[in-house]
């Protein structure tokens, strides 16, 4: 079941491309945009990651982390990160408690694939109230990102 606005937001500890361990208590006291992929190197993935890591200004102004959630290993999401030069951690939910926690999972996903994270978009506030949550149905739309920064601008 997905996550709802007002829900407390499920703590986690995963792994970064980076090989260090990240928990969404490292980021209490900060506002933070959690955002679940379905896979590393497709085509909307990267497009949507791309306009994220070009618009970190943004974020950055509006006193926001980023962190981006796949269940793609560490080793896979480093060369994706390393590739396109992204400025925020990605962080594998290889084992899909993460993406199951916050009801981000298709339960199948193309070509048969079992357990993929499902694309969405989460604003967790200073105190890990969830502000804004969109879980997409097709791995085709990317989250609405006017929406997030609306939700994040409202927080500062």
Request: glycine share 6%; aromatic share 12%.
């Amino acid at each position: 079941m997905a996550l709802k606005v007002g829900d407390n937001a499920p703590d986690f500890t995963l792994w970064s491309s980076d090989k260090k361990q990240v928990s969404l208590a490292d980021y209490k006291g900060k506002n933070v945009v959690i955002l679940f992929f379905p896979m590393a190197f497709t085509g909307v993935c990267t497009t949507e990651l791309c306009a994220v890591r070009d618009a970190i200004a943004d974020y950055n102004h509006l006193k926001s982390d980023v962190v981006a959630i796949s269940v793609d290993s560490v080793f896979t999401l480093g060369k994706f990160k390393e590739e396109h030069g992204y400025n925020f951690p990605l962080l594998s939910d290889f084992n899909k408690t993460t993406s199951t926690a916050y009801g981000s999972l298709y339960e199948t996903f193309v070509m048969d694939m079992q357990g993929v994270s499902r694309r969405s978009a989460f604003v967790v506030d200073a105190n890990s109230v969830v502000r804004y949550a969109e879980v997409l149905e097709s791995a085709g739309d990317v989250p609405n990102f006017a929406a997030v920064k609306e939700t994040l601008a409202s927080l500062n």
